[in-house]
Nanobody, 127 residues
Framework: QVHLVESGGRMVQAGDSLKLSCVASGGTFSSIAMGWFRQAPGNEREFVAGITSSGRNFQYGDAARGRFTISRDNAKDTMYLQLNNLKPEDTAIYYC????????????????????WGQGTQVTVST
């Protein structure tokens, strides 16, 4: 069982930056593929970014490409999402997801690929 806790979400203004964190426990972090998703009210959960267990490969969703950066520190059992140049349409609950065990080098972009989820952290971007 992998337990995930997100943090870092808050209210910011358009153009600001944020860094979200996700701490994992209960599994061998270096064998866990990780991802970020987000969900705005009335919308389906949307893929933001995914990263392999090694950290060598990653993939971004359309909304994230060019503005967001996913990373991980396997020594700290933590994954990050750097959000730059935030826009009001980025307002959503951001969820951390884990696929365990996973040692492949292909990031996952589908919700069904992940078997553990965090509770989410709210990001609100005002104009």
């Amino acid at each position: 069982q992998v337990h995930l806790v997100e943090s870092g979400g808050r209210m910011v203004q358009a153009g600001d930056s944020l860094k979200l964190s996700c701490v994992a426990s209960g599994g061998t972090f270096s064998s866990i593929a990780m991802g970020w998703f987000r969900q705005a009210p009335g919308n389906e959960r949307e893929f933001v970014a995914g990263i392999t267990s090694s950290g060598r490969n990653f993939q971004y969703g359309d909304a994230a490409r060019g503005r967001f950066t996913i990373s991980r520190d396997n020594a700290k059992d933590t994954m990050y999402l750097q959000l730059n140049n935030l826009k009001p349409e980025d307002t959503a609950i951001y969820y951390c997801a884990a696929r365990f065990p996973s040692t492949g080098e292909q990031p996952y972009r589908w919700t069904a690929s992940y078997n553990f989820w965090g509770q989410g952290t709210q990001v609100t971007v005002s104009t």
